[in-house]
């Protein structure tokens, strides 16, 4: 029986088909997508803390509306991905529970810290930018609820990458000082923007697995490519200068080559050694203690409408 499942299921991927929360799937499968989607939906919400810092600090009341719009739709793709992962017979519960004691990671990006407003463009551009081209093929992911959430979520992402362009041509287009403040930012954020699509094949273990469930589309390095071949003529229309002295145009490959980033740098961000793991964890793990009266109270408020309409 378990043979004729599996080629089912097989035969769903081979077809591009979706495939749904009931069907039946691997172990392994259902692991790796848990995995990613959980990481996923951490990343949304940790990712609210450093462009949530400048809020109150907003240089005028339209970047305040946009940047607190921008803000609540990270929480909105968090729910999301995390409802999607549900379907997969885990609860929001154990996730925020694994994302609060280190056992489930989140992106590495949001470690660094946000130390001037044009950090909250550069994040639009070159942040969202990635999260952009990392999730527009995965709106073609092989399980169903997954790539309909990515479909949403990459419509509102381009609107947060265009509102951080807008935000950097802004400044480009004001005093010396400002156009100081976005070069700096640029040059603290490429760097750690090119880490998030993870670290290069020859060392990502699961990408060949995931590509053969269709659960990637692409390898980590080919995101990487399109990201950077996306990126130069964007930062020179910006008139900034991607800090990378090997980046150049390889008329052969018709591609940017580029330098590395600093990998050891990734790999310590990951195992929780970046400039703000603690805090950003600390930060989330205040937030879900504060919360604990309204979860309470909601469910004591379900189970008493339970009662009166079941006597
Ligand atoms: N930050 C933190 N951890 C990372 C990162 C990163 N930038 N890149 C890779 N890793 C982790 C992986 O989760 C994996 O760890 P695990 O096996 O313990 O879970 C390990 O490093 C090895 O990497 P890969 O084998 O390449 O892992 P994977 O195939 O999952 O690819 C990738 C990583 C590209 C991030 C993939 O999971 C993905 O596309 N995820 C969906 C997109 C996403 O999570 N985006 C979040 C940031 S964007 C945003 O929120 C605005």
Known sequence: AEAALLEGFESTIAHNDRIEPRDWMPEGYRKTLVRQIAQHAHSEIIGMQPEGNWIT????????????????????????????????????????????????????????????????????????????????????????????????????????????????????????????????????????????????DAESPNTAQSMAWGIKRNTNDDLRQRFVDMSVPQAEALGVTLPDPELKWNEERQAHDFGQPDWDEFMAVVRGNGPCNAQRIAHRRAAHEDGAWVREAALAFAARSHDTTTS
């Open 57 to 200: 600090r907003a240089p005028s009341l339209r970047r305040k509306a946009i940047l607190l719009a921008k803000v609540q739709d990270e929480a909105g793709h968090g729910l999301y991905l995390y409802s999607a992962c549900e379907t997969l017979g885990t609860s929001r519960g154990e996730l925020t529970e694994k994302l609060i004691s280190g056992a489930q990671k989140y992106s590495s990006i949001f470690n660094y810290p946000t130390l001037s407003y044009a950090d909250v463009g550069t994040i639009g551009w070159l942040v969202d930018g990635a999260a952009i081209c990392n999730q527009v093929p995965l709106c073609r992911t092989s399980f169903g609820p997954y790539g309909r959430a990515m479909i949403r979520i990459c419509k509102e992402e381009s609107f947060h990458q265009r509102q951080g362009y807008e935000l950097l041509m802004t400044m480009m287009r004001g005093t010396d000082e400002q156009r100081a403040m976005v070069q700096e930012s640029v040059d603290r954020f490429w760097w750690p923007a090119l880490m998030m699509f993870g670290p290069p």
